[in-house]
């Protein structure tokens, strides 16, 4: 029988729009880092604050331990085999930020915290669930709301595919509790200063479970037919693969998915018809060649295919480096000793007694430097400076404009009027 790949709804995205991506992620194993174990941190204090009703800094200095993905308190107790974080000013500062948001929504309605929700029977899969941040449910409406702690790219929730899910798990689960006629999803991402909401009615989310239906069927009989060695489902499988951007961006077989390589050549160097015939140096250093001559088009086109390629290209460079290091060969590559690290005193309690007996000055022998206007801000917050001072020390703040940047045509932000001559202009002004 198939041992079918798990449809995990934060990676939803990625299999409504790449179907391979499932079968080819399957059999690899999950990497961790410090990141989400930060990340799993947070949302641990995040839920304690909200099931025992108190705020983030009553926690301020605590200690959470994560182990094998699940967080807990730490009193003393510390062994080398987990990660061990500190709730500090920061981090009970942004989970605030998203409590007050929740709780502002909560008030006269039922709260929900870290429910496992169950959409396996809108999608047609058993065994599909997650586990939803918070569900909030008023006299008509769903909520799901949830936390992003990370400080990487901004998640909207319009038409996110993870918070679709968990509604249809809180549907399955809550609606017979109430008379539901919309649903709105919520990111929070206090690190970056953003929140994001899109509401739709529950038609609309019971048209995205039949789209993911779908898919799901799809997925499951390209898994099914694979495994017995169907031939119309082995001639699928390469057209199953769809690369993009978002979608390759958190895929575990980046480095090694041939659809993704295709496409990156293919935008680069243009048709060809085996990959393995490639001389990709040649092809890179043409392409690199003909970009002074490029239609603007086609320069628009290369442009926006650079996060996938750089996405791609540190991929195959990870897995390069994690198989070398782990004894395997990759042809023509091998480990070396790399250049030293910058010098540092190895005992430098040592080396500030030799220099004091040696007469040095305190600022021949120290670097003094002014604190920075967020260190400033820090001890504001740690009644350092009082707030009086505080408004003296802010009037001496200054930034710099930002520099002029490429983004999309879809960023908020007005263009600014390009004058080669000059400078630049905003449109708005
Ligand atoms: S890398 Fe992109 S194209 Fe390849 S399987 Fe993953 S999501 Fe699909």
Request: include cysteine; proline fraction near 3%.
């Amino acid at each position: 029988m198939t041992s079918h790949a798990k449809l995990s709804p934060s990676s939803a995205h990625r299999w409504m729009q790449c179907a391979g991506s499932l079968i080819l992620e399957k059999d690899i194993p999950d990497s961790s880092s410090e990141h989400a174990a930060q990340g799993t941190a947070a949302h641990f204090l995040a839920s304690e604050c909200l099931e025992q009703g108190k705020d983030a800094t009553d926690f301020l200095n605590c200690f959470i331990g994560i182990k094998k993905g699940n967080a807990y308190w730490l009193d003393t107790a510390f062994d080398d085999n987990q990660s061990r974080f500190n709730v500090d000013l920061e981090m009970s500062e942004n989970i605030q930020i998203y409590l007050d948001a929740v709780r502002s929504q909560a008030v006269g309605n039922e709260l929900l915290v870290e429910q496992r929700v169950d959409f396996s029977s809108y999608i047609g899969a058993e065994n599909a669930f997650g586990t939803s941040d918070v569900i909030i449910l008023t006299d008509d409406e769903i909520q799901v709301h949830d936390l992003k702690y990370g400080r990487g790219v901004k998640v909207y929730a319009e038409n996110n595919e993870q918070l679709k899910l968990y509604a249809l798990g809180a549907l399955n689960n809550f609606g017979a509790f109430g008379d539901f006629k919309q649903v709105r999803q919520v990111i929070h991402q206090p690190r970056l200063n953003h929140y994001s909401e899109a509401v739709c009615t529950v038609d609309e989310l019971l048209e995205f479970a039949r789209e993911s239906k779908n898919q799901v069927q799809y997925i499951r009989c390209l898994e099914e037919g694979l495994e017995t060695g169907d031939g119309g489902a082995i001639a699928d499988f390469g057209g199953s693969f769809n690369p993009g951007e978002k979608q390759c961006q958190w895929c575990k077989a980046k480095a090694t998915c041939p659809a993704l390589a295709e496409h990156i050549l293919k935008t680069v160097a243009g048709e060809f018809e085996d990959l393995d015939a490639v001389d990709l140096n040649a092809q890179i250093n043409t392409a690199t060649g003909e970009v002074t001559n490029l239609e603007n088009d086609r320069l628009s086109k290369f442009f926006s295919a650079i996060p996938l390629i750089e996405g791609w290209i540190k991929a195959v460079s990870g897995l390069v480096h994690n198989k070398l290091h782990q004894g395997e060969s990759v042809p023509g590559y091998k480990i070396v000793q790399g250049k030293q690290g910058n010098r540092a005193w190895e005992n430098a309690e040592e080396a500030e007694q030799m220099l004091k007996s040696m007469r040095l000055k305190t600022d021949q022998m120290y670097d003094l430097k002014l604190i920075s206007p967020t260190t400033a801000e820090k001890l504001k917050k740690e009644n350092v400076i009082g707030v009086r001072q505080w408004t003296k020390v802010e009037n001496l703040i200054t930034r710099a404009d930002g520099k002029p940047t490429v983004v999309p045509e879809s960023d908020k932000r007005p263009a600014l009027i390009v004058n080669p001559e000059n400078d630049f202009n905003n449109l708005d002004a």
